[in-house]
């Protein structure tokens, strides 16, 4: 047998492996919203909290992540709302062909008029409705909100994905949290819960660590398994203690 065959059935183990999801995983009404991304074809891959109009600190935290154009940085939503540069964060990202965000509640508000944002008009508007809800890449996905772990997949509907947050939902802000009884894959990184620190697990990652509420912004570096983060300049909103979850640590 020669090298090159035994690195082929390598290579093809791997991916049988990695099964990836597909949108046909998904409920009819989510399938149109999922992208699928191809990160092999990139050389690092950085992801990013809710950012929410934080201009200066996603220019901070970029100039220090320092991403080539061969590098994909991926945000998990809430580029907008509540912060002072909505429009500038939505203007920096979709300048950037290898940046990419799922949709958040809070473009979701815009896209469908339950909230207003001065100069939400075109291209800014087109560029919010064609943000994906759900990304999926190797064997993980990205979403704002999260996933029941009671629940297949497919049984998730778009506003599910979209703030999915307590087990059971009603428990709003008491938990448990979905993040915390996650035991499967896809890891899932997701944003919309605010944390008093980065939660990573082996099924998911949670990076909104409320910049906007005076705490910082946080990056998962995928390959080097690392967090980087940068502190808000200011507390632009007040936030009740009780909504910033001190989670439990992640199982290692
Ligand atoms: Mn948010």
Not at 8 to 15: C, M, Q, Y
Not at 50 to 67: A, F, I, M
Not at 227 to 239: G, K, N, W
């Amino acid at each position: 047998m020669s090298t090159e065959s035994a690195e082929e059935a390598f290579s093809s183990t791997d991916a049988s492996r990695k099964a990836m999801l597909a949108p046909e995983s998904f409920a009819p009404e989510v399938a149109p919203h999922v992208r699928t991304v191809d990160a092999s074809a990139y050389d690092d891959l950085f992801l990013v909290g809710d950012v929410h109009g934080c201009r200066s600190e996603l220019e901070t935290l970029l100039d220090r992540l320092d991403p080539s154009d061969d590098d994909l940085v991926v945000f998990v939503g809430d580029l907008v709302r509540k912060g002072p540069d909505s429009r500038g964060v939505v203007d920096l990202v979709r300048s950037h062909d290898n940046f990419v965000s799922v949709r958040g509640n809070n473009e979701d508000k815009l896209i469908h008029g339950r909230k207003e944002l001065d100069a939400v008009t075109d291209p800014f508007g087109d560029y919010l409705d064609q943000m994906p809800v759900v990304l999926l890449f190797d064997d993980a996905m990205v979403v704002h909100g999260g996933v029941d772990p009671r629940r297949d997949l497919d049984e998730h509907s778009l506003d599910d994905l979209l703030n999915f947050r307590s087990v059971p939902p009603e428990n709003g802000y008491d938990g448990p949290f979905w993040f915390e009884l996650r035991e499967e894959s896809p890891r899932v990184f997701f944003g919309h819960t605010v944390l008093d620190e980065p939660f990573v697990s082996e099924y998911a990652v949670g990076l909104d660590t409320g910049c906007v509420y005076g705490g910082e912004l946080t990056a998962y570096d995928y390959y080097a398994d690392e967090l980087i983060t940068v502190p808000a300049e200011e507390e632009y909103q007040s936030r009740a203690d009780r909504k910033i979850i001190e989670h439990d640590a992640a199982p290692q």
